[in-house]
């Protein structure tokens, strides 16, 4: 059962031009989301987050928004660069379980073109 | 470097052998966890630690894994009679106590990872 799903493996921007990378979710608990990037042989970096009270959430290039009702959640990122070319993942996590483990999605692959 | 530290980054390891990883989380945060992550999947919840208690393990950590965390710092996470499906790199992050007022107190923060690679 995949609780968090990123639909598109793989996305192909040209530099300078906006990337969106989607994410959907199935479980109504969670409360806050997480996109995290990845470069191959190391750990994911948090990037930004955004808690179910939101509905955007902007840091500098990158903007998440959500959308409770479609239980789906978008990351923008504008201008694209060419280093922000690595595997991205969406996360969340059910506030009232306590635990803050977090359910990830299986990636989408990014890749901006100079 | 205060960030959360993976030791072996690699280890290559026979069939049936035993491994161990060690984690040095964030130092003022409680809570450790381990993830799992294989090609083209995200990283997959294992076990988490409050603390030096282990609170909650994955139906996907086996009798043959076992993780500790003896004095609430760092932790180890053990793996006996390795198989070939163990190969994976294995991911240890940490988190501080949450607080619920605020909202960037439940981001947790990854290590490098740990690659175990079973011929």
């Known amino acids: 059962d995949q609780q968090v799903k990123q639909n598109s493996p793989s996305l192909s921007v040209q530099e300078g031009r906006i990337s969106i990378l989607n994410c959907d979710y199935t479980n109504s608990m969670f409360d806050y989301f997480l996109w995290y990037k990845k470069y191959p042989a190391e750990g994911p970096t948090f990037l930004i987050s955004i808690s179910s009270i939101k509905d955007k959430n902007e840091d500098g290039r990158f903007t998440v928004f959500l959308n409770k009702s479609a239980k789906h959640l978008s990351l923008h990122i504008v201008p694209s660069q060419p280093g922000d070319s690595a595997v991205y993942f969406c996360?969340?996590?059910?506030?009232?379980?306590?635990?803050?483990?977090?359910?990830f999605g299986q990636g989408t692959t990014l890749q901006v073109k100079p | 470097d205060t960030g959360v530290s993976q030791d072996p980054r690699h280890k290559i390891t026979k069939r049936g052998q035993n491994v161990t990883f060690r984690c040095d989380p964030i130092?003022?945060?409680?809570?450790l966890y381990w993830y799992r992550q294989t090609l083209g999947q995200g990283p997959e919840f294992l076990t988490y630690?409050?603390?030096?208690?282990?609170?909650?393990k994955s139906r996907l950590l086996s009798d043959r894994f076992s993780a500790e965390r003896p004095k609430g710092s760092f932790s180890t996470l053990e793996i006996q009679r390795t198989e070939q499906g163990d190969s994976a790199m294995y991911l240890c992050?940490?988190?501080?106590?949450?607080?619920?007022?605020?909202?960037?107190?439940?981001?947790?923060?990854f290590g490098e990872g740990s690659w175990l690679t079973v011929v």
């Open positions: 130092s003022e945060h409680n809570r």
């Open positions: 630690f409050q603390n030096e208690a282990q609170l909650e």
């Open positions: 992050a940490s988190r501080k106590r949450q607080d619920r007022l605020l909202s960037s107190g439940n981001t947790i923060y």
């Open positions: 996360a969340a996590s059910d506030g009232s379980s306590n635990t803050g483990k977090l359910i």
